[in-house]
């Protein structure tokens, strides 16, 4: 029963006829599903913004994830930018008249891969008073500061200025302890929790469904040993058997997809055992039956094609578990090899520095496993009240 | 007691047998058929061939799979999980060591779950497709999808370190914890209690809040769903409607008729969450460095100790299907419709 739903059929057919546009039909997609419908579209949405982030990755990143690109732990939307010196009433020049020139650069910083990177010719100095100094005298033509510091500077040392903000950087979610931007690992790792979670569902489902199928329908020995052991791994712990087995295979994306896959094993067989059991009783199964179909042909093409939409919603749920599973994995330290970029990986070196105040390590890794995991589930909750009304509470 | 009630827990108590037997088998298999010999996993790569057979003969790696596997079997049964590596320690009593801080942990863990779980769960039920209930639904459905460690880290974040209200991490400040003669159950704010020592209960309480907060929070998530689909159902029989009919009260007709009769299922339901409480104490332990079951099976897989985690991870098999059993012959006790 739902109350937003349309009285009469006449007027359910006036608003299905009526020849209205693709975003007009997704808003209105609760006429037909209810209210469920705007749980799926959150989470749809949601999961379309990951995969083009997975797809457009190497466009969304500013840097590579790997590479240590700037002063470690700096706080989100800071960085470095470049000053000159100025003398008398120049206005300051801008990027395109300042190649070929001279940078100076601080020793421990990592303005270096910067200059470097702009193609510029570098010196090194022990602090940022000599960096100034030389800046002054004109060895330099060039400085790379800490943004935060530039107001100060400029106000002690007024004959220098900011040149174009595009010659210096900031880091628009800050950068991690070893200096990596963190937006473009989060970019990054989107690809590597995306493929460890789908791959997991994907090999769970490939022993899952063939089991379920298997033991719904020949019942007997077969049933009752299978469901044995699947409900005994099931009552499980899961995480447990996971940290068992990655810990036993080692690192690796594969591995870790192994390790989480075995633990969703049993979800996927009771789904679909338990479809199985009630669409095996049905009239058309025993019409097939009776007109001399083989039961292999039963099997397949009268009970699988039945069982998918219990399976799409599984899936769903599954990846979402996946995720926070391959989380927790990386968390402990039993995901991937460090030179893959991982959220879990990411959380876990936020962990300790988290009480000296650097927040954004944490926040940002966090809220995206959420933001994922919650629109696999949002979208799978929503299927299957979609799918299956009449489970609808 | 009856004799179907006899029956009924006589099956009950034979079908556990085979289901911890299977995760024995299962947990033995994985952690020795998988590609990697132990002994110089343990060892590290390096080690004389001889040093690698004295350690093989030690801890008897060298005998047939088959013979080590109805050994370890034996062991189990009388709750002998072998000595640990490295450390010529029983596991059991490192396990020993380690189990009550995580029984403490979900205790209060387990309170949160229920209190939040319960009420949440019931008034969703109650305003069925209000906005309260989908917000209440889309609510907990984020909370399950929290990465239980991240919660920790955030709240670590915001009432430790940032605000400097409660202890970050441990089970007590240092220096406080109690001697020998204090330790009655293990558990100190219970501990504390008996022996009337406040300052303890309160220092133990100030460094539970987090760690249970966080993961009672995530099961939370969970359990309000469980307690409003089996509101739904009590909702929907034929006695509310009589009780309706007669005009009592809404708020006691759901609260106290409703509620009292979904609590059985609901009860039963916050027993069966022990496997996903557990689960999650590890990683909760992990974050607010909590010396419990969870912390030892992580601090055992980095010493490589693989004797220490096949015991803890059977202990933890143990424990799921112990307290499922409790659930379901005290279920079997309140609920005479429940036989085999």
Known sequence: ???????????????????????????????????????????????????????LAPVLAPYDPNEFIGAPFTPPG???????????????????????????????????????????????????EELLTALENGEVDLIFINQELVPEVLGAYPNLGVVDEKLGRSYRLGTDNLGRDISSRIVWGARTILGVALASALLSSFVGIPLGLISGFAGGKVDRTLSLVMDSI??????????????????????????ISVIYIPTFYRVVRGQVLSIKESLYVDAARSLG??????????????????????????????????????????????????????????????????????TFPGIMITLVAAGFSLFGEGLSEILNPRLVK | MSPGLRRYI??????????????????????????????????????????LASFRAAAGLDQPLHIQYFRYISGVVRLDFGEAMKRSVPVMQEIRTFFPATVELAIYSMLITASVGI??????????????????????????????????????????????????????????TPGPEETITGLYTIDAI???????????????????????????????????????????????????????????????????????PIVTLLGLQVALLLAGAILTETTFSWPGLGRLVVQRIYDRDFATLQGAIIFFALIVAGVSLIVDILYGFLDPRIRY
Do not use: C
């Open chain 1, 1 to 55: 029963m739902n109350i937003s739903s349309p009285n009469t059929t006449a007027q359910t057919s006036k608003l299905v006829d009526e020849n209205i546009g693709f975003v007009r039909r997704i808003w209105r997609g609760r006429i037909w599903y209810g209210t469920e419908w705007y749980i799926t579209v959150i989470g749809g949405l949601i999961l379309l913004g990951v995969t083009m982030m997975t797809i």
């Open chain 1, 78 to 128: 800071r960085g470095q930018q470049a000053l000159v010196s100025r003398t008398g009433e120049n206005p300051v020049p801008s990027a395109s008249e300042i190649t070929d020139e001279v940078v100076g650069v601080q020793r421990n910083q990592n303005g270096v891969n910067l200059a470097k990177e702009l193609n510029y010719e570098y010196e090194r100095y022990q602090n940022q």
């Open chain 1, 234 to 259: 099931y009552s499980f712990p899961g995480l447990l058997l996971a940290i068992a087995l990655a810990a036993m295979l080692g690192p690796g994306l594969l591995n870790v997809a192994v390790a």
């Open chain 1, 293 to 362: 179909a083989k039961s292999s042909n039963i099997l397949r093409r009268y009970i699988f094609p039945n069982v998918i939409p219990s399976v799409v919603v599984v899936f769903s749920l599954n990846i979402a578990d996946a995720i926070i599973t391959a989380a927790g994995l990386a968390f402990i330290g039993l995901g991937l090899p460090p030179d893959i970029p991982d959220w879990g990986y990411d959380l876990s070196k936020g962990h300790s520095f988290l009480v000296a105040g650097q927040w954004w390590m944490i």
């Open chain 2, 10 to 51: 006589f099956v009950r108590i034979l079908l556990t047998i085979p289901m911890v037997l299977i995760l024995v088998t299962v947990v033995f298999f994985v952690l020795r058929v998988i590609p990697g010999d132990p002994a110089v996993a343990i060892l590290r790569e390096g080690a004389s061939e001889e040093q």
């Open chain 2, 119 to 176: 009420f949440f769960g019931a008034y969703a039920a109650h305003n069925r497709k209000s906005a309260a209930d989908y917000g209440i639904r889309i609510s907990s459905i984020i909370l399950y999808s929290l990465p239980i460690f991240w919660l920790g880290l955030m709240l670590q974040m915001i009432f430790g370190a940032q605000l400097g209200w409660l202890p970050v991490s441990g089970r007590l400040s240092p220096g406080m």
């Open chain 2, 194 to 264: 008996l022996n009337r020592n406040w300052v303890l209960f309160k220092d133990a309480i100030l460094h539970l809040i987090l760690p249970s907060i966080t993961l009672g929070l995530v099961l939370a998530g969970i359990f309000t769903r469980l307690t409003r689909a089996n509101m739904l159902d009590v909702l929907e029989q034929d006695y509310i409607t009589a009780g309706r009919a007669r005009g009592i009260w809404e708020r006691v007709l759901v609260y106290r008729h409703g509620l009292r009769n979904a609590f059985i």
